[in-house]
T-cell receptor
Framework: DAKTTQPPSMDCAEGRAANLPCNHSTISGNEYVYWYRQIHSQGPQYIIHGLKNNETNEMASLIITEDRKSSTLILPHATLRDTAVYYCIVTREGYALNFGKGTSLLVTP | EAGVAQSPRYKIIEKRQSVAFWCNPISGHATLYWYQQILGQGPKLLIQFQNNGVVDDSQLPKDRFSAERLKGVDSTLKIQPAKLEDSAVYLC????????????FGSGTRLTVV
């Protein structure tokens, strides 16, 4: 599986957009980009995933660069409840998720 | 839909004792995973089941850890004997197919070995 690189921590003001970057320069053509988040004392929660097109759902947007070597998770209007560790994972369909250390996002009032 | 159920929520045991964790996945989810999460780290895959067959157990310490998934539904993870370094949260997750539609995780079992 391709490895990912994420900043260890980020801050965001409440109500502003949170843009979380992820580098995956060794991604293969059949590997998807998944984003999960983990709020304290809970299991990870699925946010969004994509192959090469940008994706949007009720939680977030996923922007994948044309060369697929990096992506950005966008939380359009961050709230205090979005404070969590965010994991970017690259893997093939049918293969298990391998989590790194993720980005710890702190949303401040 | 009901989520992934895990029990117990917390467990404290002494080293060299045995412990078992139980997981009930979402109904109809064929794939089940056990992860170990040590404080400050991301979850680490221990074992993946597809129905009642093992797909990947390459990171399972087989000298002390075992897991089974009878009838392709519930699963148990056992540690025997436990070591101090086994203190962690043990997470169970399930997915409809092998990962494509996203996993649903349970809340985990926090194990403390003293």
């Amino acid at each position: 599986d391709a490895k990912t690189t994420q900043p260890p921590s980020m801050d965001c003001a409440e109500g502003r957009a949170a843009n979380l970057p992820c580098n995956h320069s060794t991604i293969s053509g059949n590997e998807y980009v998944y984003w999960y988040r983990q709020i304290h004392s809970q299991g990870p929660q699925y946010i969004i995933h994509g192959l090469k097109n940008n994706e949007t759902n009720e939680m977030a947007s996923l922007i994948i660069t044309e060369d697929r070597k990096s992506s950005t998770l966008i939380l359009p209007h961050a709230t205090l409840r979005d404070t969590a560790v965010y994991y970017c994972i690259v893997t093939r369909e049918g293969y298990a998720l391998n989590f790194g250390k993720g980005t710890s996002l702190l949303v401040t009032p | 839909e009901a989520g992934v159920a895990q029990s117990p929520r917390y467990k404290i045991i002494e080293k060299r004792q045995s412990v078992a964790f139980w997981c009930n996945p979402i109904s109809g989810h064929a794939t089940l995973y056990w992860y170990q999460q040590i404080l400050g780290q991301g979850p680490k895959l221990l074992i993946q089941f597809q129905n009642n067959g093992v797909v990947d157990d390459s990171q399972l310490p087989k000298d002390r850890f075992s897991a089974e998934r009878l009838k392709g539904v519930d699963s148990t993870l056992k540690i025997q004997p436990a070591k101090l370094e086994d203190s962690a949260v043990y997470l169970c997750a399930s997915s409809l197919e092998s990962g494509h539609y996203g996993y649903t995780f349970g809340s985990g079992t926090r194990l403390t070995v003293v």
